[in-house]
């Protein structure tokens, strides 16, 4: 499952990335280092970009300055970090009239995976993702839950090196979330790299080594997590960086009324 390409690289670089859309500044500089092996967070209020940094980071959004390498790969220029990487965006559109079986067999396909090899992990995927009893179920008739494992299928189909998932536990019942869980924990032991984007800070201390806060498009604390939150709790020092106003609702005393 591990090759050779990029050894002893991190398993994802991003260098001075920036982005703007008409007079909005959505990243600003943004620079991190993801280690190999890690399981990095990264967290940020809604708006403050962190789906503009993952897109860039795997080729979705080309970046008007900056640099992405996957593995010591530039994703902008080498056809190669496609297939270290597997994605799950946010928003993720899938070919919604076919069953989970259908959608992975047309996806491995494409990425020119011989048949037996896509049917035989796509099978293996479905029954430890649970999704193996909805075989028949076209992807428009899922769950919020099933369809976040089904992209989550997709992305591991083609054995990548790194897993690139935005908010992946959003809107997930506690079952499903509980198994993506199990299963992004395998890959990393196995020596597989994760980064996930989230807002829930508790999420992130439980399952990450790592972690980068990003604020208004730029990233003001990266590291490992017990250096970054430096004895307190994440989400205090989370508050602290991005400058998030507490405690706004003194106005509001006829509620009380």
């Not at 965006?89 to 995976?113: A, C, K, Q």
């Not at 790592?210 to 430096?230: L, Q, T």
């Not at 307190?232 to 005393?253: D, K, P, Q």
């Amino acid at each position: 499952m591990r090759g050779a390409v990029g050894e002893g690289a991190p398993a994802l670089r991003l260098s001075g990335l920036r982005k703007r859309f008409g007079a909005h500044v959505a990243v600003d500089g943004v620079d991190l280092v993801v280690p190999s092996g890690s399981f990095y967070g990264l967290v940020g209020p809604n708006g403050a970009g962190k789906t503009t940094v993952l897109s860039m980071a795997v080729g979705l959004l080309r970046p008007d300055a900056g640099s992405s390498a996957v593995f010591g790969v530039d994703v902008w220029s080498d056809v190669r970090a496609k297939a270290l990487v597997g994605v799950l965006p946010d928003g993720m559109m899938l070919p919604e009239r076919l069953s989970g079986p259908e959608v992975l067999h047309y996806l491995g396909r494409l990425r020119g995976l011989p048949a037996a090899t896509v049917d035989a992990r796509a099978a293996e995927l479905l029954a430890v993702l649970e999704l193996d009893g909805a075989g028949h179920t076209p992807v428009i008739d899922y769950s919020t839950g099933m369809r976040k494992k089904i992209g989550l299928a997709t992305a591991l189909l083609h054995a990548p090196r790194l897993l690139v998932l935005d908010e992946p536990f959003e809107a997930v019942d506690p079952v499903s979330a509980t198994t993506i869980r199990v299963i992004l924990r395998r890959f990393v032991a196995s020596g597989g790299s994760v980064v996930f984007s989230s807002h829930v800070m508790a999420l992130v201390e439980q399952l990450c080594d790592h972690v980068g806060v990003i604020a208004a498009g730029r990233v003001p604390a990266a590291g490992p997590v017990d250096e970054v939150r430096a004895g307190r709790g994440l989400e205090e020092v989370f508050v602290e960086l991005v400058g998030a106003r507490t405690g706004g609702a003194e106005g509001l005393s006829w509620l009380a009324s």
